[in-house]
């Protein structure tokens, strides 16, 4: 399935891209990573993010091939909202949780 990025951005982004066929190809950065307040106190924001705003509900299909050779290579798709959105969201989604998992 072909990508469409018309009206998307970049956060940090790659030394090299390219689409080709449809497809999105990246070569990422050596070091880079979205690691959130670990039990370390590590913090790292500076992955490379192909985004586009939304609102309300939305589908993703995603497929990803890469050429992992290092421990931690990786690639994904990332759901970034604003920090207020995002601390209501995952209360209703831990109660939600809750909810279900206790129910016999």
């Given at each position: ?26 070569r ?37 091939l ?25 209360y ?13």
């Amino acid at each position: 399935m072909p990508i469409d990025i018309d009206g998307m951005h970049w956060l940090n982004a790659p030394p090299a891209w390219e689409m080709n066929q449809g497809r999105l190809l990246v070569r990422s950065d050596d070091k880079t990573d979205f690691w959130q307040e670990t039990y370390y106190g590590f913090h790292r924001d500076n992955g490379h993010f192909l985004g586009k705003s939304r609102r309300g509900d939305f589908t993703a299909e995603v497929t990803f091939l890469g050429h992992y050779s290092e421990l931690y290579d990786q690639a994904g798709l990332m759901i970034r909202q604003a920090l207020d959105e995002m601390r209501d969201r995952i209360y209703r989604w831990r109660q939600t949780f809750q909810r279900r998992r206790y129910q016999w």
